[in-house]
């Protein structure tokens, strides 16, 4: 059964931190990967995808993937109050483009 | 307006009824899905359609049934509703690149 796995949390930051969340995926065929957040109540919106090994940045979030160790993670810099959340982390699979699997989420705390 | 709908978004119903849930989408996407999502379970693919004459099971079909009646509609059906199946329910939308889901607001399901 094909498997993402992420600490549940919560994980708690003072605002100005670097909050780093991290995701384990257990199918080596996984080729995409994607990171929402859900504030409670609300529905789950994309805010990263990375497709290769290494570093993507965008803004304050940078995601990183490693396929080696099936490990991926997201840092967001220079944390707000308003990034606290729960953090999804999603993957598919080669095949199965177009079959997500989520992660349980980890919830983010960003204390002022 | 929203471009991916669900209705409704509060439901409390009593075990052995039936209950449709519908979706309706403005994006012109033709892949359509089904999830639920529980406390520390993250978000479980119910069902999914990649096009009008295409319906699939995801990990958690049993209990449910779908209907595709057009591109833009997709509606979820518990034909005996269940105490368990009590959860929040997202109908999510792609493109054929798979690259982004898009999530609609989400139901929120309590069967007594």
């Known amino acids: 059964q094909k498997e993402v796995e992420q600490n549940s949390g919560p994980l708690s930051v003072p605002e100005g931190a670097i909050a780093s969340l991290n995701c384990t995926y257990s199918?080596?065929?996984?080729?995409?990967f994607f990171w929402y957040r859900q504030y409670s109540g609300k529905s789950p919106e994309l805010i990263m995808s990375?497709?290769?090994?290494g570093d993507k940045e965008d803004g304050r979030f940078t995601a990183q993937l490693n396929k080696a160790s099936q490990y991926v993670s997201l840092l967001i810099r220079d944390s707000q109050p308003s990034d606290s959340a729960t953090y999804l982390c999603?993957?598919?699979?080669?095949?199965?483009?177009?079959?997500?699997?989520f992660g349980s989420g980890t919830k983010l705390n960003v204390k002022p | 307006d929203a471009d991916v709908t669900q209705t409704p978004r509060n439901r409390i119903t009593k075990t052995g009824k039936r209950i449709m849930l519908e979706c309706s989408q403005t994006k012109g996407h033709d892949r359509m899905y089904w999830y639920r999502q529980d406390p520390g379970l993250g978000l479980r693919l119910i069902y999914y359609s990649f096009d009008v004459k295409d319906i699939n099971k995801g990990e958690i079909s049993d209990g449910y049934s779908v209907s595709r009646q057009a591109q833009a509609k997709f509606s979820l059906s518990l034909e005996s509703a269940i105490p368990n199946q009590t959860a929040l329910y997202f109908c999510?939308?792609?493109?054929?690149?798979?690259?982004?889901?898009?999530f609609g607001p989400g139901t929120r399901l309590t069967v007594l």
């Open positions: 990375i497709y290769s090994n």
């Open positions: 999510a939308t792609s493109d054929f690149s798979g690259d982004t889901q898009y």
């Open positions: 999603a993957v598919n699979q080669e095949d199965n483009f177009n079959k997500f699997y």
């Open positions: 199918d080596r065929v996984s080729q995409s």
